[in-house]
């Protein structure tokens, strides 16, 4: 069976290589691309050496208006839930990669795919080190009771803290919270610099030049410390399996299910 794709942020970082890998599927067809800046053009003219005859759309409204089976959304997070919901509306399957989307957004997405009976897959990061990344910090938190996450990314990166280390944080929260030693509000000096309480792990967000996305999990014990890291590259290649993946699971589920370990197997 073949699947009707559709990639809104069509030219993005991540976009650009995603519809390129989707094309050269034998089992997943690009039939709508969403990039406002690129709207009424060629996809051939935004991605440099295909020929895919596509007219890129301005809207996810006007590219839902060919007949799609799965939304892949790779945007901003400022458009992302409306983009999720409008496709949720259509009977349309979503796959969602966009970084900041918050708790609550995901509890409106998750009751909407629920009563349209369609499937969300929502990753902070689909790089497959990342991935991993979060199915072993989950093992260490039922051994570890105190931890905190490190979010690093580039300087000009709007928000914090990023997906990955908002789903980090979800997943760990269904283990427990972090055990504090000393409460951060008896904090003496600024509260800040301990991080924010993000579902009971505290949360460090770095901005800075030279850095693409990492994050970190530090576990401390009684003379006994465990760091697991995931760091990526300035390409979008790490993601491009994961998101692939994630599009040809999304169909067999009900409902929404956020992060990608949670279909890895």
């Keep these: 069976m073949t699947l009707n794709v559709c990639v809104a942020g069509a ?91 918050t ?66 944080a979800f997943h760990l929260a269904q283990i427990g919270r972090s055990q504090l030693s000393y409460p951060v509000e008896q904090t003496i000096g600024p509260k800040e610099s301990r991080g924010a309480d993000l579902n009971g792990s505290q949360v460090h967000s770095i901005r800075l030049p030279s850095y693409t996305i990492g994050v970190e999990v530090i576990f401390g014990g009684d003379d006994e410390r465990l760091t697991i890291r995931h760091d990526a590259g300035v390409g979008a290649a790490p993601y491009i399996q994961g998101t692939i993946l994630a599009v040809r699971k999304v169909p067999t589920v009900i409902g929404l299910v956020r992060g990608l370990a949670n279909v890895l197997d």
């Design 11 to 101: 030219s993005g970082w991540v976009g650009k290589p995603l519809c390129k890998a989707i094309a050269a599927t034998g089992d997943l067809k690009l039939v709508g691309a969403v990039a406002r800046s690129a709207a009424g053009r060629q996809l051939s003219e935004v991605l440099e050496g295909t020929e895919l005859n596509l007219v890129v759309s301005g809207s996810v409204c006007e590219a839902l208006e060919t007949p799609t089976d799965v939304l892949v959304e790779f945007t901003q997070p400022e458009a992302a839930k409306d983009h999720v919901l409008t496709a949720i509306s259509r009977g349309v399957h979503v796959v969602i990669g966009t970084s900041g989307l």
């Design 103 to 168: 708790d609550s957004n995901f509890s409106e997405i998750e009751r909407a795919a629920s009563k349209h009976n369609v499937g969300v897959i929502a990753a902070g990061n689909f790089a497959i080190t990342a991935v991993l990344l979060e199915r072993f910090a989950r093992e260490a938190a039922k051994h570890i009771s105190s931890w905190e996450i490190i979010d690093y990314a580039k300087d000009t990166k709007p928000d914090a803290p990023s997906g990955t280390a908002r789903e980090v």
